[in-house]
T-cell receptor, first 110, second 114 residues
């Protein structure tokens, strides 16, 4: 079983809709969870982190964490064409090491 | 520019040559991490360094790869006798001491081995 799994995508949503990205992880000891956005040919950019169960909102982004279900999600509200990118879920597997999912590619249709 | 800096951005090497990739962490950060991203694959941890110390190199191939972070100057990832399979994007990330898991990435070095 992979340490971090994401829905494979690609995910296509119309402009203005909500994009929902899911991620599950295998290590119950993980405490820190991250979402990175990676545009094609560019580097990953940290856009959200969440450490506690529940929701965390930042602008149009909401991260949701459920440690009991080992599940973390990212919602992008009012999706814009500029949100078209690959979104990487990352989970800490010790104090410093991150394990990344393979990513979900999102395309926002104008 | 207070962000993570990497150079070169693109590097072409012939099989058997050496590749040297450099990384300067974000201002105020003292921890450096190297990751490799192969086409259509996720990011894979390679090595974690602090100044003059390799903390964890468990993700780095045992042969041909080495990394350092000297007291002065950038961190360097060195690949000797490159092979075609080394072609990938190599990203450096940095963090501060308090939150080592909050890592910010540099622009990457895209290595092509011909």
């Amino acid at each position: 079983q992979k340490e971090v799994e994401q829905n494979s995508g690609p995910l296509s949503v119309p402009e203005g809709a909500i994009a929902s990205l899911n991620c599950t992880y295998s290590d119950r000891g993980s405490q820190s969870f991250f979402w990175y956005r990676q545009y094609s040919g560019k580097s990953p950019e940290l856009i959200m982190f969440i450490y506690s169960n529940g929701d965390k909102e930042d602008g149009r982004f909401t991260a949701q964490l459920n440690k009991a279900s080992q599940y973390v999600s990212l919602l992008i509200r009012d999706s814009q064409p500029s949100d078209s990118a690959t979104y990487l879920c990352a989970v800490n597997i010790n104090d410093y090491k991150l394990s990344f999912g393979a990513g979900t590619t999102v395309t926002v249709r104008a | 520019n207070a962000g993570v800096m990497q150079n070169p951005r693109h590097l072409v090497r012939r099989r058997g040559q050496e590749a040297r990739l450099r990384c300067s962490p974000m201002k105020g950060h003292s921890h450096v991490y190297w990751y490799r991203q192969l086409p259509e694959e996720g990011l894979k941890f390679m090595v974690y360094l602090q100044k003059e110390n390799i903390i964890d190199e468990s993700g780095m191939p045992k042969e041909r790869f080495s990394a350092e972070f000297p007291k002065e100057g950038p961190s360097i990832l060195r690949i000797q006798q490159v092979v075609r399979g080394d072609s990938a994007a190599y990203f450096c990330a940095s963090s501060d001491r308090e939150r080592p898991y909050e890592q910010y990435f540099g622009p990457g070095t895209r290595l092509t081995v011909t």
